[in-house]
């Protein structure tokens, strides 16, 4: 029988190691930025075409290559990082395998000058699948300028599975931010399609975060540093009162290099501990600096997982750290005994536009400050609250009637009750049952009533409904949404003075492609300039005021949290606007609006589930009831 394995030729393995190293356009953006930052580079410039798809071309200002070099670069396994076995425990730089331009240079076609201080010309070196074109001396500026063509020409398959421009350019801008932010010393600027989308001059931690994640972040960051003989600690943490419910601004680095880690962000988590509301996340960006001996970064193609030879000392050090930034800025729990959760929440209002305003509209508009203390009116303060407390304990029982004296007594003469016998009636007893063959949930003669202020108790026929109120106002808000976006332009109302939004240069050009669906939904916005926009009018049914920069970067967080689902950009819009707009857990009802709340889910298409899977309500039956409490 023949031999059977043999050696693979160099153009196939380095496709297999691209595999691995190149997954999408961000990773070849990492990887040369990365490299640009190792050469010593103090202005590094990135532009992008068709979000990577046709060019990614990075321009750097570091110490060049030798024409040796520049060709022995594209070898796999040609590194000047490291030298021996050794090495591996003491790396401080970003690169190190010696994959990156192999990778790259087998799928994609590159263009390279690069030149040394000290030489009177550069080299261009020329590469496709592997194969090299062209190598000749070039006149260049000091640096190297690296331009990748056309990634995955030569492997079909692999670039039809890339996502749409916006989803990649996502990807993109995710990985130029994380080395930007870990690199504040270095000019960084970024350019898509002609277009400049960040420029970054060089300077501080807190004026690159400003830089990139918009000017409303100063406010929101509290500084941390803490350094010890084994670690340092430095960086930025949010306030509580400004944590979102979405990911996405939670950074960690060690030694400067972007790292990901469930285990330092519980510690996080658990600094912010009784500070944060359930299920919001705290924004950050937190850099640790060790010795590289005690840490291992060989552990995955993406180097952003990391191991630590003692993780609980870092994980204490950490949370230390965090809780000691927030106490020297007073940042501490503030409890509010005599406030009931949901009572200072607007209620649900009788169109769809209202819903959204009032659940977005400030907290400290109408009777909300009815519970906060006053040190100058204490003593009214005090007789307030305790009629307050009176007033709470009769309403926990009200309606609770033991039994009907007059019904007690003239069923106690019924014929077929033992003498004796008291008889329990509810005032209900002879209503109608419901019907609920049409759908009439909310035409009960039992009135609907909420629990703990997230759910909804519905009474039917066979028994009654437990309503989840926030999955079923989304489901609402999608399917009205989803009906503007494809049907119809929803009448807007315009602002007697336009008011001005400004999002991040991140966020700009998601909101610039989805300009054309918010007009749709009545929201008449439009771009002024680079990341600033302007609000001219607001849906017609929509009522009272609104934080207008409150919403557009609700509307973004939700929007981005979608993007990478397989949806049309009207699902998108749709889901992010009935996520941001629903009414949430905690909000009180009344019992019209709960009535409304019930005949508008049973009119919807598709009432059984939210728009995100989850149950908009859940069947009890009379007879399991009545099987649970027998013997």
Partial sequence: MADVIQLLPDSIANQIAAGEVIQRPASMVKELL???IDAGSTSIKLIVKEAGKTLVQVIDNGCGMSETDARMCFERHATSKIRESKDLFAIRTMGFRGEALASIAAIAQVEM????????????????????????????????????KNLFYNVPVRRRFLKSNTVEMRHIMDEFQRIAIANPDIFFSLHHNNSEVFHLPAGNLRQRLVGIWGTNVNKKLVPLSEETDVIKIYGFIGKPQFSKRTRGEQLFFVNHRFIKSGYLNHAVMAAYEDLLQKDTYPLYAISIEMDPDRIDINVHPTKQEIKFDDERLVYNYLKVAIRHALGQNSITPMLDFDQEVGLSQPTLASSFGSRINQNQASPNQGNSNKGNYNPNNSADMDGERDANNLKNWRKLYEGVEMFDEAESTSDSEDDNTPDGAITIKS?????????????????????????????????????????????????????????????????????????????????APILREILPQINLLGIDIQEKEAGEFVIHGMPADWRGTTDEQKLVETLLQQYQSNIDLDLGINEKIARSMARSGAIKKGQSLTIPEMKELIDQLFACETPFKSPFGRNCFITYDLDELDKSFSS
Wanted: with cysteine; proline share 3%; net charge neutral.
């Fill in 34 to 36: 990365e490299n640009a």
């Fill in 113 to 148: 000058r690069t030149r040394r201080q000290t030489d009177e010309l550069g080299t261009r070196i020329v590469m496709e699948g592997s194969e090299l074109k062209t190598q000749e001396a070039c006149q260049c500026i000091t640096g190297t300028n690296l331009s990748i």
């Fill in 427 to 507: 005032k209900w007893a002879k209503a109608s049952e419901l019907d609920d063959v049409g759908n009439s949930f909310s035409t009960n003669q039992k009135a609907p009533y909420q629990i703990h202020s997230k759910y909804i108790v519905s009474h039917i026929k066979s028994g009654y409904l437990l309503i989840d109120q926030q999955a079923a106002h989304e489901r609402i808000l999608f399917e009205h949404y989803l009906f503007m976006l494809q049907d119809q332009q929803a009448p807007t109302q315009k602002e007697l003075f336009p008011k001005s939004v400004t999002v991040s240069p991140i966020q």
